[in-house]
């Protein structure tokens, strides 16, 4: 279940909601009781290589460089 972070603007404090995603707009009292609360937007890290790769199944350029090595760097 996906997590949420919100921040009361009466208190100040930051929080976490977990809920399903077709509940992610709807609002969420502080634990201190406040209903004043926005919802804060969050990063998502992703590592690896996920999926089967590139288009065609064509390989990545071997090499290094600035670029990968695409360049010729």
Not at 1 to 11: D, G, I, L, S
Not at 23 to 41: I, M, N
């Amino acid at each position: 279940m996906p997590r949420y972070e919100f921040r009361c603007r009466a208190c100040g404090d930051t929080f976490e909601v977990n809920r399903p995603m077709a509940e992610a707009g709807h609002p969420a009292p502080c634990p201190q009781g406040h209903a004043d609360t926005v919802k804060l937007l969050s990063t998502v890290a992703v590592t690896g290589r996920g999926g089967a790769g590139r288009a065609g199944g064509a390989s990545a350029p071997a090499g290094g460089g600035c670029c990968g090595g695409g360049c010729g760097c």
